[in-house]
Nanobody, 121 residues
Framework: QVQLVETGGGSVQAGGSLKLSCAGS????????MGWYRQAPGKERELVSS??????????TDSVKDRFAISQDKDDYRLYIYLEMNSLKTEDTAVYYCAARKCGAVAFGDWGQGTQVTVSS
C-alpha cells in the first residue's frame, strides 16, 4: 500500500499562486503514475494533472493548462510530486487530492487525505 500526504494548501486571492506537495511512502516501487485530483463542493472529483514515473509524461485538464505545472522527485524511500498553481481563479477552489496508480492498474487507487485550496476574488 502507498501512503500519500499532501501539504501546501491555503487561501489566496485570484491571480495568486500556491504550490502543493505530496509525499508518497510504502510500496512506492509499485507506482507507475501519480496525479492531482480536485473536488469542488457539489461537483465530481476531477483529474487535474498527472505524471508518469518512468518518463515524466504529463497530462493536464484543459482548464489548468498553461497555469499549473506538475513535477516529481524521489529519494530512496519516497516519491514526491508537486503542483505549482499560478494565475489562480475562484473556480480553482476545491479540495485537492494526491493519488497514485499502481503499475497494471487502470485507475488511481491510493489517495491522500486532501488539502483545501480557496481562491477569493
Amino acid at each position: 500500500q502507498v501512503q500519500l500526504v499532501e501539504t501546501g494548501g491555503g487561501s489566496v486571492q485570484a491571480g495568486g499562486s500556491l504550490k502543493l506537495s505530496c509525499a508518497g511512502s510504502g510500496t512506492t516501487y509499485s507506482v507507475c503514475e501519480m496525479g492531482w485530483y480536485r473536488q469542488a463542493p457539489g461537483k465530481e472529483r476531477e483529474l487535474v494533472s498527472s505524471i508518469k514515473r518512468d518518463d515524466g509524461t504529463t497530462k493536464y485538464t484543459d482548464s489548468v493548462k498553461d497555469r499549473f505545472a506538475i513535477s516529481q522527485d524521489k529519494d530512496d524511500y519516497r516519491l514526491y510530486i508537486y503542483l505549482e498553481m499560478n494565475s489562480l481563479k475562484t473556480e480553482d477552489t476545491a479540495v485537492y487530492y494526491c493519488a497514485a496508480r499502481k503499475c497494471g492498474a487502470v485507475a488511481f487507487g491510493d489517495w491522500g487525505q486532501g488539502t483545501q485550496v480557496t481562491v477569493s476574488s
